[in-house]
């Protein structure tokens, strides 16, 4: 199966609305989980992440959900705008592969969200 | 600054020819990466650099070679290009290993989109 796996792949919101987006992981070590955002023919940008310490973090109206028994942390936009509407991608830090001690980070497939004014 | 900088931004090419796609980060970070990324299917790990004269596979390593001559420069080339290599093409860098204990932000380029015939 996928180390990361991102649900839903579209999500459409009325303006004002909330938005969730949703990613499992597979690695029970994995202690650091980004969120990017990436507009249309723009780079990937960080707009919150999260360590394994801390079960919930917000930024305005951002905020990142983490259970770590569940494996599972979510992206939670409130009052949703029009600008909010991009691609989301969350990741998730894996261990590396036997033998190696080096991490590497997967991305989930992303999520469109597009927000009707 | 200008933080991440890729060329070319576009390039077409005819199965079997060979070329090669530079990044340049200015930021003195120690990591940089290439990801491709298709629809769908989210940012995937190219090749990764831990250093200068440092490299190493990622996930989808296969058809592509990498050179860090420069601490500053992340080459990737691809030495026969086929159509499955069609994709936009991102190199990124941090301060911290992606994945890593103590993995922190991936400062990304703007993007390099080849498309081959």
């Known amino acids: 199966g996928e180390n990361v796996e991102q649900h839903p792949s579209t999500l459409s919101v009325q303006e004002g609305d909330s938005a969730v987006i949703k990613c499992t992981y597979s690695?029970?070590?994995?202690?650091?989980f980004p969120w990017y955002k990436q507009e249309l023919g723009k780079r990937p940008q960080l707009i919150i992440d999260?360590?394994?310490?801390?079960g919930e973090k917000k930024d305005q109206r951002i905020a990142v959900t983490l259970n770590k028994t569940a494996k599972h942390f979510s992206l939670h936009i409130t009052e949703t705008q029009p600008e909010d509407s991009a691609v989301y991608f969350c990741?998730?830090?894996?261990?590396?592969?036997?033998?190696?001690?080096?991490?590497?980070?997967?991305f989930g497939r992303g999520t469109q969200l597009t927000v009707w004014p | 600054n200008a933080g991440v900088t890729q060329t070319p931004k576009f390039r077409v090419l005819k199965t079997g020819q060979s070329m090669t796609l530079l990044c340049a980060q200015d930021?003195?970070?120690?990591?940089m990466y290439w990801y491709r990324q298709d629809p769908g299917m989210g940012l995937r790990l190219i090749h990764y650099?831990?250093?200068?004269?440092?490299?190493a596979k990622g996930e989808v390593p296969d058809g592509y070679n990498v050179s860090r001559l420069k601490k500053q420069n992340f080459l990737l080339g691809l030495e026969s290009a086929a159509p499955s290599q069609t994709s936009v093409y991102f190199c990124?860098?941090?301060?911290?290993?992606?994945?890593?204990?103590?993995?922190?932000?991936?400062?990304f380029g703007e993007g390099s989109r080849l498309t081959v015939l």
């Open positions: 990124a860098s941090s301060l911290r290993l992606a994945g890593g204990p103590m993995a922190g932000e991936l400062f």
């Open positions: 690695d029970s070590a994995s202690n650091y």
């Open positions: 999260i360590r394994s310490n801390v």
């Open positions: 990741a998730a830090s894996m261990r590396g592969d036997r033998g190696s001690t080096l991490g590497r980070l997967y």
């Open positions: 930021m003195n970070h120690e990591y």
């Open positions: 650099s831990v250093g200068e004269g440092t490299t």
